[in-house]
């Protein structure tokens, strides 16, 4: 499927609609405000003194409130007994219970911090684990300097709750409320700087005035003001009314020779001086009689947002969802195409074409792989079936050869029947899978070609195979090769001869057979170098041999989680574990 290019289209693209239609909005909210704006200019200056007085004192009871509620709420929430058990005992206190008092410590932490918009952070600092506990988390150390600034410095003397220590504002307390003496914790709560700077442009609801918190007693200032010669005349003059004993009041300062009218309020909670000014040309009257003027553009604001979501939901919602939706299909497996991508010219029909020509791509490569997998499994199984060890083979006509010498004739019979019956089940062209009895059947008789050629050297144990399960279908020829590398590799070098044991469980619907031996020549390590190779087989194609082949097709037949599994057995050897998922048929 060809997608068309885009750039040959000729319509307007999403952004530049979105571009005229913000335009739209903007375009009438801005002739309106020119308008109220020239209007409010026209107005007369009327009592804005008391205006500013009580916007003054209204700022500061909130702020004061806001302090006073904290110092209450720091002995309640958070010097209880997580605090005082961690700064008194918490060397001796284990992982878990440190943990869990942290925890604690911090969700009332956090009953605070997000208690005001004024506050930062919370912190917690106990010296005797050496820790400083913030609301989401904690620190490895103290900052001593911090910690000193935040401590109680006179005997019987209540201090100001407010602490200014290089730039930062804190609200300090104390266990145990007693100056000099050690203390086993302290809390700070950080109150934020920028945001006091913030919420004090709004005091002053006009744009050419300003606001400021001046501290004496601590000798800091908090203030959007840039000009710092403003601060410092602000402050001079203060430091009159102050000498004075005028707590609140308003007045006119002349500043660059012009004439500024200035309010200030002093608290006695926070011990700091609330002051606001602005130039008086720019003091304009009340805006009451435009009240009309702002119910108009009220309802056009109305109008133009339904409008402008309107636009939006059409452009950019509506096809954005379809896609959306399209793709969340697609993870669950459910691969379908998006209609009517020609009745679309913009980008998002350029989105569907590019997902339809992805889908069908995607539909084509997962039946390629599926056909692949199938392949590859079968293949396989043919590859292990043509692996047929030709000393095997000779080392079977020598054994017969010499029964047949030692005129032990039934054992011969037997004998013969053995590698019949092997080499029936090895070359036959059958399913990929077989019954789990056929599969055992054939280990065991592969055991009984071992043990007439080792004699009674190598001990076999084999667990009875349950009747309920026995017709279950397993991948062909998974058990021979393991117990063929078994007999190999570790029983039969060994002088004394060997055990070997075969078992299996089964849980659900899944089985584990268990081999093992009691051979001695494999280390720690060899087994961890077992494993590896086990799982990195998928990446390893060219790795062919028997135990590989076998965790492979396991895994190609039942799934990731199956497989073959090298551990330290109890008889001193190796322990393969087997792993199965149990497909029901007939073999």
């Not at 040959?8 to 903007?26: E, H």
């Not at 606001?211 to 203060?238: C, G």
């Not at 019979?413 to 053995?418: D, G, I, M, V």
Request: charge should be neutral; hydrophobic fraction near 40%; glycine fraction near 4%.
């Amino acid at each position: 499927m060809e997608i068309p290019n885009m750039s040959k289209w000729n319509r307007p693209t999403i952004f530049v609609k979105l571009m005229l239609t913000f335009i739209a909005v903007l375009a009438p909210l801005y002739l309106l405000t020119l308008v109220i704006n020239n209007k409010g200019a026209q107005s007369t200056h009327k009592e804005i003194s008391q205006s500013l007085a009580g916007r003054n004192d209204f700022y500061l009871k909130t702020l004061e409130m806001e302090v006073e509620r904290v110092v209450r709420m720091l002995p309640e929430y958070v010097a209880d007994k997580d605090l005082i058990a961690l700064s008194t005992t918490g060397d001796s206190m284990s992982d878990y219970e440190k943990i869990d008092n942290i925890r604690a410590i911090q969700r009332r932490i956090n009953l605070i911090k997000y208690n005001s918009i004024y506050f930062k952070e919370v912190r917690t600092y106990i010296p005797l684990i050496q820790r400083t506990i913030l609301s989401s988390t904690f620190e490895t150390s103290i900052n001593e300097e911090e910690f000193n600034a935040l401590k109680l410095k006179k005997d019987d003397i209540q201090e100001s709750p407010l602490i200014y220590w290089n730039g930062r504002l804190f609200i300090s307390m104390q266990y145990p409320a007693v100056a000099n003496r050690r203390a086993l914790f302290a809390v700070g709560v950080e109150i934020s700087v920028d945001k006091l700077r913030n919420t004090l442009s709004e005091v002053i609801s006009i744009p050419e005035g300003n606001a400021a918190i001046l501290n004496f007693t601590q000798d800091w200032t908090i203030s959007n003001e840039k000009n710092t010669s403003m601060i410092t005349t602000l402050r001079s003059h203060l430091t009159e009314k102050v000498k004075g004993g005028q707590v609140a009041g308003y007045d006119t300062l002349k500043f660059n020779q012009i004439p500024y009218l200035v309010s200030y309020t002093y608290s006695n909670e926070l011990e700091s001086y609330l002051v606001s000014y602005v130039p008086e040309s720019h003091v304009t009257g009340p805006i009451s009689k435009y009240q009309y003027w702002i119910l108009g553009v009220s309802g056009l604001s109305v109008f133009i947002v339904l409008f402008f979501s309107m636009s939006i939901f059409r452009m950019i919602h509506r096809p954005l969802k379809e896609l959306i939706g399209a793709f969340k299909r697609m993870r669950t497996g459910d691969i379908v195409q998006i209609k009517h991508t020609q009745q679309r010219h913009d980008e998002f029909g350029y989105l569907y074409r590019a997902y339809n020509e992805t889908a069908v791509h995607l539909k084509t490569l997962i039946q390629e792989n599926y056909e692949q997998k199938i392949h590859s499994q079968r293949s396989e199984l043919k590859r292990l079936q043509s692996q047929i060890n030709p000393h095997f083979l000779y080392n079977c006509f020598f054994v017969l050869c010499r029964l047949i010498k030692s005129e032990d004739l039934e054992l011969a019979y037997r004998f013969c029947q053995y590698v019949g019956d092997y080499f029936q089940f090895i070359t036959r062209d059958d399913s990929d899978q077989i019954s789990l009895a056929t599969e055992i059947k054939h280990v065991q008789t592969y055991v009984d070609i071992q043990k007439v050629c080792y004699g009674e050297r190598i001990q076999v144990e084999f667990d009875m195979l349950d009747p309920a399960i026995e017709k279950f279908r397993v991948p062909r020829l998974i058990f021979q090769p393991i117990v063929e590398n078994i007999y190999k590799h570790a029983v039969a070098k060994m002088i004394n001869g060997g055990n070997i044991w075969i078992h299996m469980e089964q849980a659900a619907g899944d089985l584990t057979i268990y081999m093992e031996d009691s051979g001695d020549s494999l280390t720690a390590m060899d087994i961890e170098k077992l494993n590896n190779r086990l799982s990195m087989s998928a990446y390893h194609i060219e790795d062919t041999t028997g135990i590989i082949n076998v965790h492979r097709r396991i895994q190609i037949m039942c799934g990731p989680d199956y497989g073959l599994t090298m551990s330290r057995s109890k008889l001193g050897g190796l322990r393969v574990e087997i792993r199965l998922s149990l497909m029901e048929g007939e073999d």
